[in-house]
């Protein structure tokens, strides 16, 4: 599913500092870091199918064509020659990430949770 104009999600640039590392190997164990957690995912195929999943929500709950009818009027406003992949991604990213979906986010939720329940040391 590779379209030229594709909506690209990405994950949010204005995130908190990580909390400093825990010295307790077994609550290391119990409570991995997103990085690691990250990496399972991506090392295991889940991130890809994960990533496929919110696609498809997102397609069927018409957020795509919502967020490319966002784009298009934007566009239209300031002028073809005048906007940027920049501007788009400033202007309709907030817009976008809340207009995403409780369900979906929760299902996503709910298959993290249960990739890392059937991971767990």
Do not use: Y
């Not at 400033?90 to 059937?118: N, T, Y």
Request: with cysteine.
């Amino acid at each position: 599913m590779s379209h030229s104009h594709e909506l690209v999600i990405k994950s949010s640039m204005s995130r908190p500092p990580p909390p400093p590392p825990t010295t307790n190997k077994d609550q290391q164990r119990q409570n991995p870091s997103l990085q690691e957690i990250n990496i399972k995912l991506i090392q295991s195929g889940e991130k890809e199918r994960l990533k496929e999943l919110l696609r498809e929500r997102l397609l069927e709950c018409g957020w795509i064509d919502e967020m490319k009818a966002l784009c298009r009027a934007f566009t239209r406003k300031k002028g073809r020659n005048n906007v940027t992949v920049d501007d788009l991604v400033h202007v309709i990213s907030p817009k976008g990430r809340s207009s995403i979906p409780d369900s979906v986010k929760a299902e996503l939720l709910q298959r993290i949770r249960a990739f890392l329940a059937s991971t767990a040391d």
